[in-house]
């Protein structure tokens, strides 16, 4: 699918507008939420427009494509007769698969998806490979029936002290996603438990002063999400329909 500037830039102000309305709604400040643009049905122009519109965190959710558009995005900016120094930012926010942990490190700037300690630890052992440190999400899973993966959240805690046990990991969050709903209202006891979770772990000094992300909330239920603390939000479909 391709989306022109125009549109994009559009469908930006109202989504700015509506994140503007929840986070007044919830005495939070606009300012503490991050869009990153959900890039996985656009074709390689509409990511550049993307960026054009100011957008410059950028999510696929399967590990091919991100390494292929990571590195085509780059080529293009690198291009460019004025080079404007912007770089994006790339999420792997789709489940992750152990023998492609080698090649999403590789593009990918953060990964919203470890879910369990074996992932972690082969995270960790590439990283430590590549002199690099890994930026990390704890995906959780809020609602057993509606979600694959995830982890449950009662094995959350544990799991995060372990990750932060990693010395090639640094530990930013948490992320879940919720089911698809024509109701954002059904999802919002999902983001609750995830804040409530996430400040139980704050507590505990679980990841310290990195842990400060909230990732949860797509173009479905975004608004909802901020109302109930996300800081950050993964959108697609809101941003380049028409
Ligand atoms: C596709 C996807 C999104 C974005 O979904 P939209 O409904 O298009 O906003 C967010 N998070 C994950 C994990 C996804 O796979």
Redesign the pocket.
């Given at each position: 699918m391709s989306v022109t500037k125009n549109k994009i830039a559009k469908n930006l102000k109202a989504i700015r507008l509506n994140i503007a309305d929840a986070a007044a709604h919830a005495g939070r400040l606009p300012d503490e939420v991050t869009i990153i643009a959900?890039t996985?049905s656009v074709d390689i122009e509409t990511i550049k427009n993307c960026i054009d519109a100011g957008l410059t965190d950028l999510a696929e959710?399967r590990t091919q494509q991100l390494a292929e558009r990571a590195q085509e995005i780059s080529a293009a900016l690198s291009r460019r007769r004025s080079d404007t120094g912007i770089r994006p930012r790339w999420h792997m926010?789709?489940h992750l698969q152990r023998n492609k942990v080698k090649q999403t490190l590789e593009s990918a700037d953060c990964i919203h998806s470890v879910d369990s300690l074996r992932l972690a630890e082969e995270i960790d052992e590439r990283a430590e490979q590549m002199d690099k440190v890994a930026d990390v999400l704890l995906q959780i899973n809020c609602s057993k029936e509606a979600q694959k993966f995830g982890v449950a959240v009662g094995a959350a805690l544990h799991l995060g002290e372990m990750i932060c046990s990693l010395k090639n990991l640094r530990l930013l969050g948490m992320m879940t996603?919720a089911a698809e709903t024509d109701d954002p209202e059904t999802t919002r006891p999902i983001f609750t438990r995830l804040r409530e979770l996430f400040e139980e772990m704050q507590k505990e000094k679980i990841g310290g002063e990195d842990f400060r992300l909230l990732s949860m909330g797509?173009?479905?239920d975004y608004q909802v999400a901020v109302q109930e603390g996300a800081t950050v939000l993964?959108?697609?479909?809101?941003l380049f329909n028409s």
């Open positions: 959900v996985k959710s926010i789709g996603m797509m173009s479905q993964r959108i697609g479909s809101a």
